[in-house]
């Protein structure tokens, strides 16, 4: 079958569509940027190009299609165009609208755990959307309310990752014992992909939520078990911290947690007792345990690309021409990718902190980094052959970009190692940081790395240890902007699954 998809490049609907397509079926995706976005499968995804804010945007989107999965819905309001009532509500009647009009056979809704009784702007908008499903009726409607999800950049468990990583101290509302009930999204995708795929049950709203109930301060205790960080709990008051995101709101700042949110944590959000949980008793998912998610988690936060950086792509370069080396460019470039976490100075940046961390720059493989003043930071090995390794850095890194370490013959039996970056700042206080200390730093550790390699090899250095730094015109940022746009979609496809026999 063919279904159309919204939302499908998000945490939970990239997961449903990797389930479609390993279970055989084919998809379209709605989305602003689908061409673009349709790249990180191989085979099976459609782009439409659309948006559920608008009449235009949907018309004509589930022709030819048996069924849809309207996913996209937001969390948190960017005025004016971005409302809980434009997306949450009125572009879900649209897609309901469209499905109808295309004689889909099936319709489902990704709504929310606790919509009925929540007290949230963005409850109430889901709750306001399952009734504009109701109303327009298409066919084999179905609405599913799952928990709060969890995997790769989410919101919530993402987050706490992060700040368990970074921060010496963590706020919790209250005590931070406020229960919930997290599903991981490859669990979600999956029982989406079977109420999709299913004709029952239909025209009713399931309750679906991971196996166990859990609490903030349990997911930073076990996250902290997993990353070996210790950071200090703060308890701030409920009202405070309500006080406190809706001032930083209201001033621009960009905070962790949102005053929407913090109303969401302190109505918990669970299933209650003795009600059945679609997840199993529905869909008949085996869920995987809170303590292997996590463990998944620790190493699958997205890549911070240089495009999601803040002020002018910079461009570094570190370098050592090689005489008299006893190893040739093919045993150096091996070397390092064996032993580099062996290269950096101590003192400076440690690889391999974190229980359990890869020490080997194989492709696809994400490597957990110490740095002084800034906790745990990652890097993703996007490439490692052709005597060139390119690390991405991951969300949480106080840089935004990638970093390439390059081996090169030259003539009369000169080798060439170079350390090369293209990176922003991730946000406005790296940008600070990263122009002081940080910068000296990073500049430090990266000349100790070219001359490790130099005295690894056996050779001496030309001219000794060369470093180069400047900032990118436009067009050339654009430029390097594209090609690691196109690294991480050669990741995406190398995960992406196969297009299961029933298509």
Request: net charge negative; glycine share 10%.
């Amino acid at each position: 079958m063919k279904v159309l998809v919204t939302g499908g490049t998000g945490v939970v609907g990239k997961a449903s569509v990797d389930r479609l397509l390993a279970a055989g079926h084919r998809v379209r995706l709605l989305s602003r940027h689908a061409e673009d976005d349709a790249r990180q499968w191989p085979e099976g995804v459609e782009p439409h190009t659309g948006d559920v804010t608008s009449d235009d945007g949907v018309r004509g989107a589930a022709e030819g299609c048996d069924a849809v999965l309207h996913v996209v819905g937001i969390v948190a309001e960017s005025p004016p165009a971005v409302t809980f009532q434009a997306v949450n509500v009125d572009g879900t009647r649209r897609m309901a609208r469209e499905a109808k009009r295309a004689g889909a056979r099936r319709f489902v809704y990704v709504s929310s755990l606790g919509v009925d009784g929540g007290e949230s702007d963005y409850h109430r908008s889901k709750f306001a959307g399952e009734a504009a499903v109701r109303e327009e009726d298409p066919p084999g409607w179905l609405i599913v309310r799952p928990g709060n999800v969890y995997g790769p950049g989410d919101e919530v468990i993402s987050t706490l990752l992060k700040m368990v990583r970074t921060m010496p101290a963590i706020p919790l509302v209250g005590l931070g014992d406020q229960p919930f009930q997290p599903v991981w999204h490859e669990d979600l995708g999956e029982a989406l992909a079977r109420a999709v795929i299913n004709p029952e049950p239909v025209r009713q709203a399931l309750e679906l939520a991971g196996p166990e109930v859990t609490s903030t301060r349990e997911i930073l205790e076990r996250l902290e078990a997993l990353t070996d960080m210790h950071p200090v709990h703060l308890p701030v008051p409920e009202l405070l911290t309500k006080l406190g995101a809706r001032a930083a709101e209201t001033v621009g700042l960009d905070l962790p947690i949102k005053e929407d949110q913090v109303t969401m944590l302190v109505e918990g959000n669970l299933i209650p007792p003795g009600k059945p949980n679609a997840l199993t008793d529905v869909f008949g998912v085996e869920p995987l345990s809170l303590d292997a998610g996590l463990r998944k988690l620790v190493d699958a936060l997205p890549e911070a690309l240089p495009s999601d950086g803040t002020g002018k792509l910079e461009r570094q370069s570190y370098w050592a021409d090689i005489r008299g080396s006893r190893m040739s460019a093919d045993e150096i470039f091996d070397m390092l990718r064996r032993e580099f976490y062996t290269l950096p100075p101590e003192g400076l940046a440690k690889v391999g902190v974190e229980p359990g961390s890869p020490l080997i720059l194989d492709e696809g493989e994400t490597l957990t980094l110490a740095l002084p003043m800034r906790g745990h930071i990652q890097v993703r090995v996007a490439e490692a052959r052709n005597r060139v390794v390119t690390l991405l850095t991951v969300e949480g890194h106080p840089l935004s970009g990638a970093i390439r370490l390059m081996v090169e013959e030259r003539e009369g039996g000169i080798i060439r190692f170079e350390i090369r970056s293209f990176t922003r700042a991730s946000n406005l206080m790296d940008l600070v940081g990263m122009r002081t200390a940080g910068y000296l730093a990073q500049k430090a550790n990266w000349r100790a790395v070219v001359a490790k390699v130099v005295e690894r090899s056996g050779g001496e250095p030309v001219d000794g240890v060369n470093d180069e730094t400047g900032f990118l015109e436009e067009e050339d940022a654009r430029g390097v902007e594209k090609w690691v746009d196109e690294l991480v979609v050669g990741l995406r496809r190398a995960e992406a699954p196969a297009l299961g026999d029933g298509a």
